[in-house]
Nanobody, 115 residues
């Protein structure tokens, strides 16, 4: 069973930054895709950013230019650097791993952007 453990969430003022981390219990070196989704209150879960085993990255239009996804294969860790945070970025952020038709989720970490 794959386990994903997120950390790094918290309360930050508008314009601030946070870095989320997701540690996987398996090697992510050949994993097809790892990414971050988010779910705001009353809204559906949506993709924020994803990175593939080949290094390709995709971002939601709403976070382009502000968020950066990266992976450290040696540490089995995926990061999401979030800059210029806005109140509308407030959500629970979930780590996601897809491979060979299987999908795994972390427990989520709360990000709150408020003054």
């Amino acid at each position: 069973q794959v386990q994903l453990v997120e950390s790094g969430g918290g309360l930050v003022q508008p314009g601030g930054s946070l870095r989320l981390s997701c540690v996987a219990s398996v090697s992510i070196f050949r994993i097809y895709a790892v990414g971050w989704y988010r779910q705001a209150p009353g809204k559906q879960r949506e993709l924020a950013a994803v990175i593939t085993s080949g290094g390709s990255m995709n971002y939601a239009d709403s976070v382009k230019g502000r968020f950066t996804i990266s992976r450290d294969n040696a540490k089995n860790t995926v990061y999401l650097q979030m800059n210029s945070l806005k109140p509308e970025d407030t959500a629970v952020y979930y780590c996601n791993l897809k491979n060979w038709g299987l999908e795994y989720w972390g427990q989520g970490t709360q990000v709150t952007v408020s003054s």
